[in-house]
């Protein structure tokens, strides 16, 4: 390790978002490998925040407060803001038929529903925050679920360092899960190494990202571009 790197991550912040279909007290497979990134956060100083998607209503759609919109309850409402708080968001699940789980794809779409909203500089709310992503399961689908995920996060903003994804899965068919006795999850070199280096690239970004300031407010605008300005080659402004 290089002994120049400061290693004291405590300015930053972290919400792991888990899309199991399980409620709690169930296993959850998936948190089984959340719990080792958000080990090695928390052990470097970041403040780390875990929700279990599935153990709060959570209502459907793409509005900010589904209440809004015919639904009785919405939880997102109140998680809201702690999510949008963290420099680092990673979304956690299952494969199911190949996908992402109901809940993974119900998060990523109430996390659009604030997409249109915009930062002091006028860019979209999520610039300066980092993105990442873990997948388990028995059956292929790592890297579908991955990109997926990965492209909706960085589509409404969020910055994807290399690397930010991690799964693990075992035999095809009906075999043992991550955290079933025998399945050589917990023990997988490729996950473990692919999970360590997913969470070291979210610190490394995170804080690079926040010292300065978050991404330069030059050419991505939005509220500029509604304003008028159009950012081309016949503009001096952003020649």
Not at 152 to 175: F, M, R, T
Request: aromatic residues 10%.
């Amino acid at each position: 390790m290089n002994d120049s790197i400061d290693l004291d991550f405590s300015e930053l912040s972290a919400t792991f978002i888990n899309c199991t279909l399980k409620r709690s007290p169930d296993v959850s497979n998936t948190q089984g490998l959340i719990d080792a990134s958000a080990g090695i956060m928390a052990k470097h100083g970041v403040s780390v925040t875990q929700i279990r998607a599935i153990d709060h209503r959570i209502a459907s759609g793409v509005y900010p407060d589904m209440r809004e919109h015919g639904w009785e309850e919405d939880a997102w409402v109140d998680l809201w803001p702690g999510i949008f708080s963290s420099d680092i968001l990673v979304l956690a699940g299952p494969i199911w038929l190949g996908d992402n789980s109901s809940e993974m794809k119900k998060v990523i779409e109430r996390l659009y529903a604030h997409s249109g909203e915009r930062n002091e500089e006028g860019q979209w709310a999520y610039y300066g925050r980092v993105g990442g992503c873990l997948i388990t399961g028995n059956e292929d689908g790592i890297k579908h679920c991955a990109m997926d995920i990965l492209y909706s996060l960085q589509h409404i903003g969020y910055v994807i360092p290399p690397q930010a994804d991690a799964g693990w899965i075992g035999e095809a068919g009906p075999g043992p899960s991550y955290l079933d006795e025998g399945s050589g999850g917990p023990e997988n070199d490729f996950t473990n190494r692919n999970t360590t280096f997913m969470t070291w690239n979210l610190l490394h970004l995170a804080r690079m990202l926040k010292r300065a300031g978050g991404i330069p407010a030059h050419g991505n605008q939005a509220a500029k571009w509604e304003a008028g300005t159009r950012f081309d080659f016949k503009n001096p402004e952003y020649l």
